[in-house]
């Protein structure tokens, strides 16, 4: 049986490849970017604006900080409880065409020992976890160093 | 309302008496622990239950229904009186948020004396969201899409602050050393054992680059506070009473550039430049403009330390140093008792863990022991000012002013 590919939110991201994006939205009154996406009204105090159009943020952006996980989180996170628990890494990256910074998590196999404020990472599409059904996608930030 | 004296409106109320349960990992009911910290600050007030006009209750959102319906829930334990009744949540500012219920019915006169009252029984390890598939609640999302924590949160300050101002580890455990040694000296503390930097630095790390020891564990715990109106303390012979002065309960301004539980993004600035200051800044300066007074007027602070970086923040957000300064000021020993400002005399939450709704007014309970220069072994000679601080998800946050 062939397993659906389903993102784990609807609409906040799209493509494969070298064309993955997140996506956002963007006031057409006053400009302001947001994600997670606003659809209805503008979140600036001093906009009227309910006009959302839907924009790709960047791909690319700067470290501005990161952790990782240690122990397995709570749900709804999804994982296996037969399996032990492998760490990843969580990064909070800087877009500075939008001024703003989104977290995600790294593309496996990138521990801290590999990240620094300031390095330059791009977004990918990545698997969040897999069940009997469904593939589930989601973001993550690969170092631009890497090649994997 | 600042206390400027021209026209003898002070905008004060009084602190009658205070009162808390131990924190602990004790397995039982809130309600329990939320009546034993009630019964002691109206004990420590000289006041029957019965003369309460109004009761305050910071919601526990663990509690199920009758952690929602608090002050409704502790009025009950304490037998029905007729009282007037309010419940609040603010997450981790609940307890402030229940305290300026609480003044702003004093104030106007809907009330002469009010108890508030907080108390949560937490659950082991994370705290997590409530459960079912709710995508449109952002604690729910970032726990389902990147197994985001609380310390999660704590991990990425920790780490920016590393890279930006340069602090160690070492200064992360020095927080820790410091403020076990105070709560040491805590009869209501969870932790009275002293630690050594080799052993925060010896125990897991649970979010890069924080420790088990630089992370605050979550507790059971009850807190209460008995206000009223300066008049009604002068009527109780309580000519000097500690007052709360000033209780800031601000909201972020939009953009918000630092990335706060539980956003998974922070506000982007490319349509409006953002504010000079962050939203913590913007707390305790809220605070400090209330109460007429600032950073050089107070003689100590009580601060969210949900980790150990966390607190050096909270030294530059109160204005206590410059920005980057935090580590410093403690290295100094500006920050521990006999110093110029201490901060966390009650041991903190290091020592404490965090017991949602009664924290921030805990927090209150040790500005009061301490500014009637009762604080025993913890005391700050000579107490005349005090600052709490705290922050919480969903744009929460809180600062309050207490004077002697």
């Known amino acids: 049986m062939s397993r659906t590919t389903t993102p784990v939110v609807a609409g906040w991201f799209t493509g494969g490849g070298d064309d993955f994006r997140l996506l956002g939205t963007r006031c057409r009154s006053c400009t302001s970017v947001f994600f997670p996406r606003e659809d209805v009204h503008c979140r600036n105090p001093g906009c009227a604006g309910s006009e959302l159009e839907e924009v790709p943020l960047s791909r690319r952006g700067r470290v501005w900080s990161y952790t990782d996980g240690r122990y397995r989180p709570p749900s709804p996170y999804v994982t296996d409880p037969e399996l032990p628990w492998e760490p990843y890494a969580l990064i909070a990256v800087e877009l500075e065409a939008e001024r703003m910074v989104v977290l995600g998590q790294a593309v496996p196999g990138v521990t801290v ?6 390095m330059e990472v791009e977004v990918v599409s990545g698997v969040l976890h897999e069940d009997a059904e469904t593939i589930w996608t989601t973001w993550q930030w690969r170092p631009t160093g890497v090649t994997a | ?12 109320v009084a602190v009658l008496g205070v009162g808390m349960h131990p924190w602990g990992k004790w397995g039982r009911g809130f309600v329990e622990y ?8 109206l004990a420590d007030a000289g006041l029957d239950w019965r003369e309460v006009d109004s009761i305050v209750g910071a919601d526990t959102v663990r509690g199920g229904y009758p952690g929602y319906v608090a002050g409704a829930t502790f ?8 009282a007037r009744v309010t419940s609040v949540y603010a997450a981790c500012a609940s307890g402030a948020q229940a305290i300026d219920t609480a003044r702003g019915q004093i104030l ?9 009252v907080g108390a949560d029984a937490a659950p082991k390890g994370f705290f997590r969201p409530a459960g079912g598939d709710r995508p449109d609640d952002p604690d729910w999302l970032r726990f389902r899409i990147l197994g985001a924590t609380n310390p ?18 070492e200064d992360f455990a020095q927080v820790k050393v410091k403020n076990s040694a105070l709560g040491a000296l805590n009869p209501y503390a969870r932790y009275r054992k002293r630690v050594t930097v080799d052993e925060v630095a010896g125990s897991a790390v649970v979010a890069d680059p924080l420790r088990l020891l630089d992370i605050c564990a979550t507790s059971d715990g009850g807190a209460a506070v008995v206000l009223c109106s300066m008049e009604f303390a002068r009527r109780q012979g309580v000519a000097e009473p500690v007052r709360v002065r000033a209780v800031s309960t601000v909201t972020p301004r939009y953009p918000n550039t630092v990335l706060d539980l539980p956003d998974i993004a ?3 600035a490319v349509a409006v430049e953002p504010a000079g200051e962050t939203f913590r800044a913007s707390i305790a300066r809220a605070a ?33 140093c410059g920005e980057g300064e935090g580590a410093k000021l403690l290295r100094e020993g500006a920050t521990t008792l006999g110093g110029r400002v201490p901060v966390n005399t009650s041991g903190g939450l290091a020592s404490f863990g965090e017991a949602v709704p009664a924290q921030a007014i805990a927090q209150v309970c040790e500005l009061t022991w301490q500014l009637r220069g009762a604080a025993g072994d913890r005391q700050v000679e000579g107490a005349r000012a005090g600052m709490t601080a705290n922050q919480g998800l969903f744009g929460h946050g809180s600062a309050v002013v207490a004077v002697r």
């Not at chain 2, 106007?108 to 508030?116: E, F, I, K, R, T």
């Not at chain 2, 999660?152 to 580890?169: E, I, K, W």
């Open chain 1, 113 to 118: 020992a590999e990240l620094a404020v300031g």
């Open chain 2, 1 to 12: 309302m600042a206390a400027d004296g021209g026209d003898g409106v002070t905008g004060e």
């Open chain 2, 34 to 41: 939320g009546v034993v910290a009630a019964r002691a600050a």
């Open chain 2, 75 to 82: 009025a009950k334990a304490l037998g029905w009186q007729g």
């Open chain 2, 108 to 116: 106007s006169g809907l009330a002469d004396v009010v108890l508030v």
């Open chain 2, 152 to 169: 999660t949160y704590f991990g990425l300050y920790a780490r920016r602050r590393m890279a930006v101002h340069g602090d160690t580890m």
């Open chain 2, 266 to 268: 922070t506000d982007s």
């Open chain 2, 288 to 320: 400090y403009e209330e109460a007429g007074i600032g950073p050089e007027d107070l003689s100590l602070a009580e601060v969210y330390d949900l980790s150990t970086a966390l607190e050096l923040q909270w030294y530059e957000d109160l204005g206590l």
